[in-house]
């Protein structure tokens, strides 16, 4: 017996197994909209009048199981009564799925998130697959949300509390083998098993092993408000109360009702509803729509890349062709110092052995990584990638000397950060081949990746380089080929300011908790101590050559003495452990009241000259581009949506005090004339 829904493909076999297959229509995705999820109420109310052997629930998609609630709708959601109604009519639906009283098995592969996961989590049974692609989460988290359709209290109950918590709070993905570790899933079997596993375990339901006496023990309600300490002062570390409220909102939800999980689930919705109405909610959904977009740029799927070589075994290069080897591309990696080229191995090793922990899986992306000091991979590359030092003579002769090595139709692409590319490709034959990807550092922490044209690239290579930055899991950002491109560009201005504060004697503290309070991930002084002064200096003295950027002489003079920040061990801060030592002000220090808004409208006033200059297309870009290069505040959905929401008549009153006092750099661009 087969039912026929838009959404769904429900067949009840000569078993009376019930097979419930999600397809959503018109998508690669599926999703939990409004209409799949109304179907499902149809589907379980009549599971419920004819109750079958069992109900296996599972994809029709390639792509994975289920990515989650859809993120559009959520938009759409004006007020908390609103949104009330949808989670509680969601609870609904999952619960009367879960009451079900047959088994109820969920098939997962690829994907499991978000609402996804917690519409397994109210099956009886889980069946993974053991692919290391699969991937299962709540990251609800990172919306500004927390689990509000029964996750909350479902996977305190399957994963006990410190688990589910951790999983919860940290927004993370687990692969089948954690996942079954954790006790997240059931089974972890290759996919090629699902059916058989599903019959089986409806056929003869194996015991489910209660938690243990440990785990139980953490939700007791005289321990839950111990652990909520701790577990709070570990999320403080990253996600401040009054910037990100969702984590301390879970956190007290368990606290508070763990005891009757009935009247938790309750809460759940009510807490869900007031949040996802809230600006930091509504923000961060901005933040994963820019996202999205982002990806969609580089959709050419019928671009095929096997072999990639990078030229350059330092830190930056050496990072990109171990990603690029995590990602599954054979990589060559070329210099001419072997000593370079083992340590790009040993930093690989160190990589892989943190993200894919399985020997099995490490040795497979070693052997992918080549060290190649001869060059002999420049002949088989789809992609060529260039990330020696900032001289543009040198990578001028490098580009002329491979172009009639490599392949005809092999993207040529370097990792400058500050070479305009028409000083670089007028050394090619075809200086149309030649693209920029600029990576940040560090490479496997920073998502995205400039794509730099220049006025003679051609639109295919751009296309093809954007492709190739989603392959490795990168978000690709279109610039032009212009000074500092677009995140360096935004953010020397911030920097330097930065240490202009600091010969002014604000105290190094004070400067970067300005930043932090503001909602950046890490202050100015602190992030150019990470970089390097170095490169900071270099990067300032390129820009200052086109911008109206003064190189402070504290800069100079400290590169100069060797102090060149966290990899010397000293720069403005010492370091220790690898960590800044950070000492507070006197206690009579009155901090400058314009600290914070020196820092920051510096950075918005860049940002609107890009926009002037054509640097980035849109505003929309421009926000994705900043947030997700330089971790500008996500809560405030991107320096424009911030400019938006903030005013600009204010922020403009604000530059001109700015000048008044400090002069011409904080003179407002003329591109706030064009802002609505």
């Not at 029709?60 to 004006?78: N, P, R």
């Not at 006790?183 to 090629?192: N, S, T």
């Not at 015991?207 to 005289?222: E, M």
């Not at 894919?356 to 052997?367: E, V």
Request: charge should be positive.
């Amino acid at each position: 017996m087969t039912q026929t829904y838009r959404n769904w493909n429900v067949t009840r076999d000569n078993h009376d197994i019930a097979w419930l297959a999600l397809d959503k229509a018109d998508s690669t995705t599926n999703v939990l909209s409004a209409e799949v999820v109304s179907e499902f109420e149809d589907i379980v109310s009549n599971l419920m009048s004819a109750t079958p052997k069992g109900v296996v629930l599972l994809s029709d998609k390639s792509s994975g199981f289920i990515a989650g609630a859809d993120v559009k709708e959520f938009t759409q959601l004006e007020t908390e009564d609103t949104a009330l109604q949808v989670i509680q009519r969601a609870h609904k639906i999952f619960n009367d799925f879960e009451n079900l009283s047959c088994p109820t098995v969920a098939l997962i592969h690829g994907f499991c998130l978000g609402g996804g996961m917690e519409l397994a989590l109210a099956c009886k049974y889980r069946v993974a697959d053991d692919d290391p692609k699969t991937k299962l989460g709540l990251p609800e988290v990172k919306l500004g949300i927390h689990p509000g359709f029964g996750g909350s209290v479902r996977s305190i109950r399957t994963m006990g509390a410190m688990s589910a918590m951790n999983f919860m709070l940290s927004g993370r993905n687990m692969n089948s083998r954690i996942a079954k570790k954790q006790g997240l899933i059931d089974f972890a079997v290759p996919k090629r098993h699902f059916v058989n596993s599903a019959i089986s375990i409806i056929n003869k339901p194996p015991t489910k092993k209660p938690l243990s006496i440990v785990k139980r023990l953490a939700s007791y309600k005289h321990v839950r408000p111990l652990l909520a300490k701790i577990i709070s002062k570990k999320v403080a570390a990253r996600a401040p109360r009054t910037h990100y409220p969702a984590p301390y909102a879970l956190i007290d939800l368990w606290v508070q009702y763990y005891d009757n999980q009935n009247e938790m689930l309750e809460k759940e919705a009510q807490s869900v509803a007031r949040l996802i109405v809230s600006r930091t909610a509504q923000n961060l959904i901005r933040v994963f729509t820019l996202q999205e977009q982002l990806k969609g740029l580089g959709s050419l799927n019928d671009y095929k890349v096997r072999h990639v070589h990078v030229i350059g075994g330092g830190v930056m290069g050496g990072d990109i062709a171990a990603w690029c080897a995590f990602s599954g591309f054979t990589v060559t990696i070329q210099d001419q110092k072997k000593e370079a080229l083992a340590n790009v191995v040993k930093r690989a090793y160190g990589l892989y052995k943190k993200r894919l922990k399985l020997k099995r899986l490490i040795t497979d992306a070693m052997d992918r990584l080549i060290p190649d000091p001869k060059g002999h991979g420049l002949k088989r590359a789809d992609v060529v990638i260039e990330a020696i030092f900032e001289d543009a003579e040198v990578k001028k002769n490098l580009f002329k000397s491979i172009e009639p090595v490599v392949k005809p139709d092999a993207v040529l692409a370097t990792n400058t950060s500050s070479i305009p590319l028409d000083e670089i490709n007028v050394a090619l034959k075809e200086p149309n081949r030649l693209i920029g990807l600029h990576f940040f550092n560090p490479v496997a922490m920073m998502p995205l990746v400039e794509i730099v044209k220049s006025p003679t690239t051609d639109k295919e290579i751009s296309t093809k380089a954007a492709a190739f930055t989603r392959k490795i899991n990168k978000l690709p950002l279109p610039v032009t080929s212009t000074p500092g491109f677009l995140v360096n560009r935004v953010l020397m201005p911030y920097l330097m300011e930065a240490v202009v504060l600091a010969e002014e004697g604000v105290p190094l503290t004070v400067i970067d908790d300005a930043a932090t309070d503001y909602g950046m991930p890490m202050g100015p002084i602190e992030l150019a101590d990470t970089v390097g002064l170095d490169i900071c200096l270099h990067v300032a003295e390129n820009l200052s050559k086109s911008m109206d950027i003064e190189v402070p002489v504290k800069l100079k003079e400290m590169v100069e003495s060797g102090k060149l920040g966290k990899k010397s061990g000293h720069g403005f801060y010492t370091f220790k452990n690898g960590k800044p030592v950070k000492t507070k002000p006197n206690k009579d220090y009155t901090t400058p009241v314009d600290v914070q808004d020196r820092l920051i409208l510096r950075m918005l006033n860049e940002v609107v000259a890009c926009l002037r200059d054509g640097v980035i297309e849109t505003t929309d870009q421009a926000d994705a581009g900043i947030i997700f290069g330089t971790g500008f505040a996500p809560f405030r959905g991107g320096p424009f949506h911030y400019i938006q929401t903030r005013g600009t008549a204010q922020l403009l009153k604000m530059l001109e005090h700015l000048q008044q006092r400090y002069g011409p750099r904080f003179v407002a661009d003329k591109g706030w004339e064009n802002l609505d």
